[in-house]
């Protein structure tokens, strides 16, 4: 079974803060992750994307991996207002088929309080 | 990141009306594109994945003879509702993969009356 998971919230953090969003996909052998941003109304941003184990870093968003434990979560540095969003983990899975498509979690929405 | 463009961007149609959806990849080309239909607070569901001079692939539940899908080149995909009724009103959202990357258009709000 495909699957990836996520805390579909909503995560309440207040501005300034840091926000943590998981993820736990099913597929071990699964080599590419992404996460997407998607505001009400509107079709997903892809924000990072990570290949390998460990961290990843851009502006204020990080991307940490870890395949052993099959993990893969965002931090969100100085969260702001306009943050607030739903945020979709999707994982490459390439067994059963799937032709390599993105597996997408259902999401997790993230409300930042000013 | 790459572009994707859809168009219409809204449409109100009449039950048993056909819509056709058009997806383009404005700076890259795409070998693969998808077409995912998202329902209000609910998630991005799949419908089907189509390479450029093929058939589509569908997801299991999605009749092909009701949403056409046409990958004619590796810049343009259509979708196509046909003969629409008022439970094919969603947002549908189309899909670009680019340098291992999917890059999503800007969706398609469709309204069936």
């Known amino acids: 079974q495909k699957e990836v998971e996520q805390n579909s919230g909503p995560l309440s953090v207040p501005e300034g803060a840091i926000a943590s969003l998981n993820c736990t996909y099913s597929d071990r052998v699964s080599q590419s992750f992404f996460w997407y941003r998607q505001y009400s109304g509107k079709s997903p941003e892809l924000i990072m994307s990570?290949?390998?184990?460990g961290d990843k870093e851009d502006g204020r968003f990080t991307a940490q991996l870890n395949k052993a434990s099959q993990y893969v979560s965002l931090l969100i540095r100085d969260s702001q207002p306009s943050d607030s969003a739903t945020y979709l983990c999707a994982v490459n899975m390439l067994y059963g088929g799937s032709q390599g498509n993105l597996i997408f979690g259902k999401g997790t929405k993230l409300s930042v309080k000013p | 990141g790459a572009v994707v463009s859809q168009h219409p961007s809204r449409v109100i149609c009449k039950s048993g009306t056909s819509v056709k959806i058009e997806c383009r990849s404005l700076?890259?080309?795409?070998?693969?594109m998808f077409w995912y239909r998202q329902f209000p607070k609910k998630s991005l569901m799949l419908m089907a994945t189509?390479?450029?001079?093929?058939?589509?692939?569908?997801e299991q539940g999605v009749e092909k003879d009701k949403f056409l899908i046409n990958h004619a080149s590796l810049t343009l995909s259509t979708l196509t509702v046909t003969s629409a009724h008022p439970e094919d009103s969603s947002f549908y959202i189309c899909g670009g993969k680019g340098n291992n990357e999917q890059f999503f258009g800007p969706g398609t709000r469709l309204t069936v009356l």
């Open positions: 990570i290949y390998s184990n």
């Open positions: 189509s390479n450029e001079g093929s058939k589509a692939t569908y």
């Open positions: 700076d890259f080309q795409a070998t693969t």
